[in-house]
């Protein structure tokens, strides 16, 4: 299997664009994550899937952030519109309910820069 | 609140010898550790478990004790290698599945 995948691998935009990250899990898996890595504040997890289905969003900073995750191979998360302070290293994970959940295999994350 | 702390940004340590990495939480309700490695440009990768219904696993070089008492958990690391440098998290999770919170990391260099 080729791991988890994200695209693209940075994204530097202005101030005031719309961004879009994407993420394919492993297949087979059903648990998604979107994490966030900042110097302040470390890896903190944004929102996760099952089954496609957002179950916890508590950690999405605010409106500006979207993400879907139409079917069980492809999510998007949106930021709308882009700030400095969003940028940071995003990480999509993935893991599999049958191993307990526990285990997540992340992709090797989008730099993001905003400017 | 940070309920997962690593205090210990930074670790040196010879080839060889043993690396101890240390977190610590507050959240009663974690039964589920994990320990997870992370090189620069990539993921953080999967390293080791423990549950709270045991004190010690193993996994070749790899050893995780888990102290419930002090809430305390440790990754020793026997005999480090220079490939082992890299950034440590641990995570703790409750045992209903649900999110993961990761400690703040802790950078460790081997020596050869």
């Known amino acids: 299997d080729a791991g988890v995948i994200q695209s693209p691998r940075h994204e530097v935009t202005e101030m005031g664009q719309e961004v879009t990250l994407r993420c394919k899990p492993i297949?087979?898996?059903?648990?998604l994550f979107w994490y966030r890595q900042t110097m302040m504040r470390g890896l903190e997890l944004l929102i996760y899937?099952?089954?496609?289905?957002?179950?916890?969003d508590s950690g999405m900073p605010e409106d500006r952030f979207s993400a879907k995750m139409p079917n069980a191979s492809f999510s998007t998360l949106k930021i709308q519109p882009s700030e400095p302070r969003d940028s940071a290293v995003y990480f999509c994970?993935?893991?599999?309910?049958?191993?307990?959940?526990?285990?997540?295999?992340f992709g090797p994350g989008t730099r993001l820069t905003v400017t | 609140d940070q309920q997962v702390k690593q205090n210990s940004p930074s670790l040196s340590v010879q080839e060889g010898r043993i690396s101890i990495l240390n977190c610590d939480y507050t959240?009663?309700?974690?039964?589920?550790f994990l320990w997870y490695k992370k090189y620069p440009a990539e993921g953080p990768t999967f390293l080791i478990s423990i549950s709270s219904i045991k004190d010690k696993n193993e996994d070749g070089r790899f050893t995780v004790f888990l102290n419930k008492s002090a809430k305390h958990l440790s990754l020793h690391i026997v005999p480090s290698q220079p490939g082992d440098s890299a950034v440590y998290f641990c995570?703790?999770?409750?045992?209903?599945?649900?999110?993961?919170?990761f400690g703040q990391g802790t950078i460790l260099t081997v020596h050869p």
């Open positions: 297949s087979g898996h059903d648990y």
């Open positions: 959240n009663s309700m974690f039964d589920y």
């Open positions: 899937f099952n089954n496609n289905v957002p179950i916890d």
């Open positions: 995570a703790a999770s409750p045992l209903s599945y649900g999110k993961l919170t």
């Open positions: 994970a993935s893991s599999f309910s049958g191993r307990g959940a526990y285990e997540q295999y």
